[in-house]
């Protein structure tokens, strides 16, 4: 179920940004822009075009696809951790930890005439 609600919401979102890309550059979309009327929201030019009352559709569906999804997650997550879900185990402590290597493991080794292998800065 969520994951058809999820691909709903992708789809939606979608269609709202190629609803919105749609309209009027001038301030037409979502009757936001001023449009010098003064009416904003409730003017009758923005409630009267077509691409308005499909984008107001598209985002009051994607507010409620995007609501259901926080709450079905809200829910999944109620249920306990994600650890709890993949059923690992920490290990005991009683278990042997691997040995650490000294620091002397860790340098390069030395040639056989007691010199260095790394180069000189003078050749």
């Known amino acids: ?29 979502l009757g936001l822009g001023g449009g010098g009327g003064g009416g904003g929201l409730v003017s009758s030019r923005s409630a009267a075009t077509a691409l308005g009352k499909v984008t107001w559709a598209f985002a009051i569906a994607f507010i409620c696809t995007s609501i259901t999804l926080t709450i079905i997650a809200a829910q999944n997550s109620a249920s306990g951790s994600v650890l709890d879900r993949i059923g690992g185990n920490a290990p005991a402590s009683s278990t042997a930890l691997p040995e650490v290597p000294t620091g002397e493991s860790l340098l390069p080794p030395v040639s056989g005439d007691g010199g260095s292998l790394l180069p000189r800065a003078d050749e």
């Not at 058809?4 to 979102?13: D, G, K």
Request: aromatic fraction near 0%; proline fraction near 0%; hydrophobic fraction near 60%.
């Open 1 to 29: 179920m969520e994951n058809v609600i999820l691909i709903v919401h992708l789809i939606l979102a979608l269609c709202l940004i190629g609803v919105v890309l749609l309209q009027r550059s001038e301030g037409g979309g």
